[in-house]
Structure formats: structure tokens, C-alpha cells
């Protein structure tokens, strides 16, 4: 399927969009996609790590919760194949990381200095729950040192988040009704000009 300015692709486990679609198509592109599957209901957010046989990322995938899963499990399993299991490689082109976490392993390690930043130098933040879960997925999957990474521009609230790091894993830890909203304002406090105490 095909629209001036994107092409819809579809994959075994769901469908990815390539090129720019307009705020104005957003509509009917998730249309044209549950017309295609019905199942394909659910927006993916690792759609950098899809890529076109020419080698182009994707702007946006598609699929049911189920298929989005299992899509973002056989991309880590093919990026490990291709760089080995464990590696900075096979992490940065697998469906793992967002922007902050990406901002988090890019000033860590030397190795992927060459890889681009989706927002470019622009230091990111995590501003939730998800984006915390990111960065924590990181840390264990990359055996990072937080006490080591130095961050780019003197992030000060990168400096504050790692200070507060324990305490931020055992809220995520926690799992209950009000994680979600608890971490999202302690990570906003943090995000602030002068910072917050521990929660």
C-alpha cells in the first residue's frame, strides 16, 4: 500500500510506514492499516529499528499488542545475531531504547558516538514511567556503571536522576496503580531548575 509521500510495508508481524506522513493523513493511514488487519490496532514505538530493503527507518509500525511483542523480540534476536548478544551494536539497532535512553548509552560509550541521536546533541530526558523502564532495560542489558558515564553539556538533571537512581527502580519496582503517576512527578521535579528531594 501506497500513499504520495509513504509507503505502508507490511512484515510478519505487522506493518511499518516509511517516508513522512502529515498530521493531516494520521487518520486515515490507521485506517488504511486496520483495513489491512483489523487486529493491527496499536502503535509501536521502536519504529527506528525497522528498516526498509534499502536500509531506511520507519517512521511508524503497527500491529496488535500480541505481534508488536513478538516483533520487537525477533528484532533484538536479529540485531544480537548480527553483533553479538550483549553489545552496545546490537542494543542501538534493536527496538530497546527511546530518546533518553539512547542520550544515556550515547554518553556512556565511546563505541556508538558515531551512531546519530534522534534529537541530535539535545541531551533527553526520561519523563516517565516507560522512558525510565527504558533506560533501567539499558543499564542491566549493558552492564552500565552509572557512576562512569559522563554526560554531554553538564546535564544537570541527568546528574540528579542518576543520584536519585535507586530510589527511581524501586518506584518502578513497586508496580502498584499509582507507579506510573508517582514517577512521573518525581522525574518532573527532577527536571526542574532546583531539583527535588527523594520521594
Not at 526520561?126 to 525510565?132: E, I, K, T, V
Not at 540528579?160 to 502498584?176: G, H, P, Q, S
Not at 512527578?185 to 527532577?190: I, P
Request: aromatic letters at 10%; hydrophobic letters at 40%; proline letters at 7%.
Amino acid at each position: 500500500m501506497s500513499d504520495p509521500g509513504f509507503t505502508i510495508v507490511t512484515f510478519e508481524h505487522g506493518v511499518a510506514v516509511f517516508g513522512s506522513v502529515p498530521i493531516s493523513m494520521i487518520g486515515k493511514l490507521t485506517s488504511m492499516v486496520e483495513a489491512y488487519d483489523t487486529s493491527y490496532d496499536k502503535m509501536g514505538f521502536f519504529a527506528h529499528a525497522v528498516r526498509s530493503p534499502e536500509g531506511d527507518p520507519a517512521c511508524m509500525v503497527f500491529g496488535s499488542i500480541e505481534s508488536l511483542e513478538r516483533w520487537k523480540q525477533a528484532l533484538l534476536e536479529e540485531a544480537e545475531r548480527k553483533h553479538g548478544k550483549g553489545t552496545v551494536r546490537a542494543w542501538w539497532d534493536s527496538p530497546m531504547g527511546g530518546s533518553s535512553s539512547r542520550y544515556l548509552v550515547h554518553s556512556w560509550s565511546s563505541s556508538c558516538h558515531d551512531m546519530p541521536l534522534q534529537h541530535g546533541p539535545v541531551p533527553a530526558l526520561p519523563r516517565d514511567a516507560s522512558d525510565l523502564q527504558r533506560c533501567v532495560d539499558a543499564v542491566t542489558y549493558l552492564g552500565i556503571d552509572l557512576s562512569q558515564v559522563t554526560f554531554k553539556h553538564q546535564v544537570v538533571p541527568w546528574g540528579r536522576i542518576v543520584a536519585a537512581w535507586d530510589a527511581l527502580v524501586v518506584l518502578l519496582e513497586a508496580n502498584t496503580p499509582q507507579t506510573n503517576k508517582r514517577i512521573y512527578d518525581f522525574l518532573n521535579r527532577l527536571n526542574e531548575p532546583h531539583g527535588a528531594v527523594l520521594p
